[in-house]
């Protein structure tokens, strides 16, 4: 794996947990390697939230991809973001419209 690579999954994994310090829940992803099983980055009792820390936003890929992992847990489906120079608390939630 490049340096890069690893700064990314740094980066990305820093974010996550800052997430769901945030809400006080603890990050359902598993980072061991081989591991591919897909429940969200975070599940609560009622949401299952990808967190994505990108230069580059791909949002409707992402929530097409979120959507189909809360169906799987029967969770509402959200999209953390993290907004480049921001704090957490800044990061921007997507959401449905029937579901906000």
């Given at each position: 794996m490049t340096a890069r690579g690893?700064?990314?999954?740094?980066?990305?994994?820093?974010?996550?947990?800052?997430?769901?310090?945030?809400?006080?829940?603890p990050t359902t992803r598993n980072y061991a390697p081989g591991a591919h099983i897909d429940a969200g980055d975070i599940v609560?009792?009622?949401?299952?939230?990808?967190?994505?820390?990108?230069?580059?936003?791909t949002v409707a890929a992402w929530f097409d991809h979120v959507e189909q992992t809360a169906e799987a847990c029967n969770r509402i489906p959200a999209l953390s973001l993290k907004r480049a120079n921001r704090s957490t608390g800044d990061s921007l939630w997507v959401v449905r419209l029937r579901d906000a």
């Open positions: 690893k700064a990314a999954r740094a980066k990305g994994h820093a974010y996550e947990l800052d997430v769901a310090h945030w809400f006080g829940v609560s009792e009622t949401h299952c939230v990808d967190c994505k820390n990108h230069a580059r936003w």
